[in-house]
Every structure is written in C-alpha cells, then in structure tokens.
C-alpha cells in the first residue's frame, strides 16, 4: 500500500508545483501510515530525482520511450494506471496543471476511483477522507468526502508548505502496455515561450489589462516582472485584442494563479478577473481611479498614473 | 458527423455566491443562470462546424432537473438541433459522466464536445471519465479544432503556449477560447427554439463518489493599504517587511 504522487519534469528539472505534491503526499502518509512513490513524466536530471528522495519519496517509477516524450494524454494516463496498480496506490495526488488535469481523471476512471480538484488543505482522515477544495472560482469553498476505495486529488498551488523529510530513494522504470488507442492522438509540433516564467508556477505575477493602452506599453509589465522573477499575466480584453498571447489571460475563464504576490497594472478589477486571483497570498493594485473594483480585494493599493508609478516602481525594487 | 454538446446550467459569472440551509445548499435568490462559458465555446465552434458542413446534427445534452431548461432552451436558440435532458440532480461528476456515456453510445455520436470545466464546482474531469467509460480519447483544454474527413487537428493549451495534435473519431474534448467567439441568439433562433425538441429521459443509475458535505465562504478581506504615487519605495518596504513576499 503507497501514496502515488505525480511528477512533472521538463528539460531537466521537476516542477516547483509537483514538489508541492510530493510533500502533500508525504503529509497524507504520515497520517495514514504509509510511505510515498512517485512516477516521473517527462526528463528528470538524476540529481532532481534523488533530491525527491528529500521531501520523503521512497520511490520513483521512470517512464522510457517516445510515447511518453510528448506528455501525450492516454501514455501518460496508462502509465500513471500502471503505477497506481504496482505500489497498490491508495491515495494518488498532482499538482494541478494542464497535464494532470488531463491525465488523473483519466486515470481515476479507469481506476474506479474517486477523485477531486483544486484541493487546498491536507485531508481529514479520522473514519472517512475528507478535504476542502476551492469552487465557483475561488468565490468559495466546499468539504468532500471521497468515498471509494482508491482516492485522487489535483492539488491547488501554495496548499501545502514545502518541508523536508529526507529518505533513501530507491529507483525503477516502469513498464508500460500501451494499446494501439493510447497512441492514437499524435502529437505533431510544439509552440512555446521559452524563458519566460511559468505563470501557473510563479511565486510572483504581474498583470496588466486594457489600462495599459496597447502591446507596445508592455515593457512596462515585462521590466517590473523581470526584476521580482515574476511571470507575466494579462486580463481577458488584452488576449483576446492580441495584445498579449492567451497563455497570459488570468480571470474565471482564463488561468487561476494563486502566488504569493499579484501585481495588477491598469486592471477595473472585473468579478470574473477577480475570480482567478482570489486565492493569491497579496495582492497590489496600481490603477488611476480610485474608484476601480481592484481595490476591494487588494491589500495595498497606489492611485496613480501607471505610465508613472511602475517605472518609478521597478526602479525601487532593482535596488534591492 | 454528429456532435453531442455538454452543457452545464450555472449562476452568471457577475453572481454572488451564498448558501442556504445550514451551508449545504447554494442559495439560488438573485442568481441567474447560464450556459457555462466554456460550454457555450464548445456550443459555438459546434455551430460553426454544421454552418460549414462539417457536422450534421447538434444535441445539447444536459444532466439535470427542470429548472435548467430556460437554459437548455438557449443552446436551441444558438444552434443546437435538439437537446436531451437527463432528469437528475447533477450530485457527482461520475454520476453526470455515467449519464453523457450513456447518451453518446446510444446516440451513436460521433464528437462529444464540452467545456474545460464547469465554473460552479470546477472539476475538469466528467470529460475524461465520459472518454475512458466510451473507451475514446479525449483532449483538454482545446483552443483550436478542425475536421477533415475523421481527421480532426487541434491545438491545446501547455504550460506557456499550445501543443498541435492529429486525432481521430470518435474523440471527446473539452474546449476553452479562442476555439469560437461566443454566440448570442438571433430572435429567430429564439423563436425556433420554441419548437425543437427537447427530450427528457431518466437517468441510469450508478454508485456516488465524491459526497459534498457543506460549503463555506472566504474569510473576508481587511481592508486595501494605500500608498502615495510618489512613494513607491514605501510600498517595496511594505511589501518587504510586512507582507514578506519579496
Ligand atoms: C463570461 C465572462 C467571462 C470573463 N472572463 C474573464 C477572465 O477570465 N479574465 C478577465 O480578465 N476578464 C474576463 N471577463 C471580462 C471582464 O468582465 C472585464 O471586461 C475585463 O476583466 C476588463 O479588463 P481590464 O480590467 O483590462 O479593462 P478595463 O475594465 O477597461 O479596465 C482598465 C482599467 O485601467 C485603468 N487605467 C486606465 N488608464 C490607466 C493608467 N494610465 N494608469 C493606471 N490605470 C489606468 C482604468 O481606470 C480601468 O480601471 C469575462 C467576461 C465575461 C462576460
Ligand atoms: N450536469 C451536466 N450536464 C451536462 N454536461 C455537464 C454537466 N456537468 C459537467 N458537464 C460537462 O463536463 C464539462 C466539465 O465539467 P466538470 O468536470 O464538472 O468541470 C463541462 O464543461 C460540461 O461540458
């Protein structure tokens, strides 16, 4: 019996978000008295694999071969089943991320499992498992009850402290049977941002909306975000004007961040952009009207011009 | 080709949120419904696809009680040929998956589209366990969907851009923007709407997963700190010593 957590790695390195999950899983262990494996998608360096090992992972599954290269959905699922049913996993948990959302429910049909989202604290494990899991788009918050006998979880960003339990690790790859229907869905070709930071994975973000006038403003919100190695968000009329690609868009029907700091720039402040930020730690609003529905949910706010304030801003924080 | 279309009936983006009866009930005074935004993308690419031949029928299925045909009735008016309720209380998404799979297979359809998630309790699974129930595959969040012949090309949304895939049907998907501009209703598609079919059917049954227990909401904020203009450094020290998150 094992707690199985998911692991996201890429051009080396794993996710800030799936140590998050490994230390979530280890917390679950401990209170059900059971140790954690994980199963590694994508390229892991050897050296982040035994640092796993640090945040009291026991074990980690390897995947080899080109279906997995891709984080096609139904290898990866197969594979995350296939690990599932080798450490008789009784508990599973992910990050949430665009990957797992797609692979641990698919996982957990096939497990028969049960399974919930956006998970935001540790469960209560006193006669049945019962966690708190963010709904309406962070506007509240409902308490399940996960009632089959196998149980998975998608972890929101910033629901658990990072904290070291350090183990030996032990590693294995793991073979997987895949069916001709599980490499059915190819993949033909990639477009991504390279450098930038991920925004789902971000400590800090910052935001700009239609306040900003135009693409060609938008150093403003890349400098500052430079500086705080933050990523860069926008609100929805910014992508869909092509000012800002739709990767960026924050908001109820965009990306939901939850970092440590948000910065939004020349942001009304709009219930469904809201919506998508409510469960950040702070967050600052710089916008010209005093009036504008941001400052009801900031906690520090300057009214001002922001083709002012923020380089005035960024000028501050690189001095520090 | 025809295409099945998931719609969920939820409180408008705008609506605020509270809960009746000892927290167990969303408190539905003062709310207005809508088609999820994300289904109403899936709805509307779905339009697109029949407007230029590709599909040849549309049903918008819905798993839930009366009260969200007013709903139901607007996907009719967007573009939806008929629509199928299945007369239950959505109460888990393995229960609301078990009714889709049912519908899909007995239907004999081709594309099952639906949204990236549901914005009242934002699961974001019923389209993979609907796939894996089908023995399908499934894609999410879609931004981009094409079909030629029963080739479809789709991109999807990764971590910081998009990925392009080749699929093939029967697939289900779950889409997100900018896959279609949302459709508002013509009056015709209104009135039209008035005589299509909208067919009611009793549910299967299955064992319940995940039981919700109560709700709650947020601690309220304390309160915005203002700062001068001219005193960005007092906000960098603010955001320093007080806040602690730089
Ligand atoms: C179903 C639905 C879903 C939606 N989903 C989302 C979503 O996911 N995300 C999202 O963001 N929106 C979403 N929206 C749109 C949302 O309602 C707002 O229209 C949008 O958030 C407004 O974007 P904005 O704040 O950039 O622009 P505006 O509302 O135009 O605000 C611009 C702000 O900039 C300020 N400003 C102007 N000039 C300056 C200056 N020089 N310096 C400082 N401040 C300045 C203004 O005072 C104003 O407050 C959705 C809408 C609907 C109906
Ligand atoms: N009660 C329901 N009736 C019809 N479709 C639904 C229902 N619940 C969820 N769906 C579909 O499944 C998608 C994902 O929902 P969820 O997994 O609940 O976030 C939604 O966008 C809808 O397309």
Redesign the pocket.
């Known amino acids: 019996m094992s707690i199985l957590v998911f692991i996201e790695a890429a051009e080396g390195s794993i996710k800030k978000s799936s140590i998050e999950a490994a230390c979530y899983a280890k917390a679950v262990a401990t209170q059900i008295n059971s140790q954690v494996t994980a199963l590694v998608a994508g390229e892991a360096s050897e050296a982040e694999i035994q640092a796993l090992g640090k945040y009291g992972v026991e074990k980690a599954y390897l995947l080899e071969g080109d279906p997995f290269k891709n984080f096609a959905i139904a290898p990866v699922s197969a594979a995350l089943t296939q690990a599932a049913k080798s450490c008789s996993a009784k508990v599973i948990i992910g990050a949430k991320s665009n990957l797992s959302d797609a692979v641990l429910p698919r996982t957990t049909a096939a497990l028969k499992a049960s399974m919930t989202t956006n998970v935001v604290s540790l469960p209560s494990t006193n006669g049945g498992f019962e966690v708190k899991r963010s709904i309406f788009t962070g506007k509240a918050f409902a308490t399940v009850k996960l009632e089959s006998d196998i149980k998975v979880l998608s972890v929101k960003k910033n629901a658990i402290e990072l904290s070291e339990s350090p183990v030996s690790i032990q590693v294995e790859k793991l073979a997987v049977t895949l069916s001709d229907a599980d490499t059915s869905v190819k993949v033909t070709g990639q477009e991504k941002a390279t450098s930038a930071i991920s925004l789902p994975e971000a400590d800090i973000v910052v935001s700009g909306?239609?306040?900003l006038?135009g693409p060609e403003n938008w150093s403003l919100v890349t400098d500052l975000a430079k500086t705080l190695h933050a990523a860069t968000g926008c609100?929805?009329?910014?992508s869909d004007l092509d000012w800002r690609p739709h990767h960026e868009?924050?908001?109820?029907?965009?990306i939901k961040v939850s970092p440590n700091l948000y910065i939004a720039?020349?942001?009304?402040?709009?219930?469904?952009?809201i919506?998508?930020i409510n469960a950040s730690k702070v967050i600052v609003a710089?916008?010209?009207?005093p009036d504008?529905p941001?400052f009801k949910v900031a906690d520090y706010g300057i009214v001002?011009?922001?083709?002012e304030v923020v380089p005035k801003l960024t000028q501050a924080l690189s001095k520090i | 080709m025809k295409i099945l279309v998931c719609i969920t009936s939820v409180p408008d983006?705008t609506s605020k949120i509270s809960f009746t009866n000892n927290n167990t009930q969303l408190d539905p005074n003062g709310v207005t419904f809508i088609i999820g935004?994300y289904d109403d993308y899936a709805l509307a690419r779905a339009v697109e696809l029949k407007e230029t031949g590709k599909a040849t029928h549309i049903t918008a299925l819905n798993v839930g009680l009366a009260d969200t045909e007013p709903v139901i009735r607007k996907a009719l008016a967007i573009g939806a040929d008929d629509a199928i309720r299945v007369n239950a209380a959505p109460v888990d998404s393995w229960f609301v998956a078990t009714q889709i799979a049912e519908v899909a297979k007995s239907g004999n359809y081709d594309l099952v589209m639906m949204g990236r998630e549901s914005i009242d309790y934002n699961s974001g699974v019923v389209h993979s366990f609907v796939a894996e129930m089908l023995g399908w595959q499934v894609v999410t969040p879609v931004m981009k969907l094409d079909i030629e012949g029963t080739t479809l090309s789709i991109s999807r949304e990764i971590e910081g851009g998009k990925e392009f895939l080749q699929a093939n049907l029967p697939l289900v998907v779950g889409c997100q923007e900018p896959i279609a501009e949302w459709k508002i209703p013509s009056m015709r598609g209104i009135m039209s709407a008035r005589t299509k079919q909208l067919q009611v059917v009793e549910p299967t049954s299955t064992d319940l997963k995940v039981k919700t227990l109560n709700f709650e909401l947020p601690p309220a904020k304390s309160g915005c700190k203002y700062v001068d203009a001219d005193q960005v450094e007092q906000l960098v020290s603010l955001l320093k010593s007080e806040a602690k998150v730089i």
């Open positions: 909306g239609r306040g006038k609100s929805k009329p910014v868009h924050v908001g109820q029907t965009g720039i020349g942001i009304s402040g709009a219930i469904q952009h919506a998508g710089i916008n010209k009207d504008a941001i001002g011009d922001a083709f | 983006t935004p």
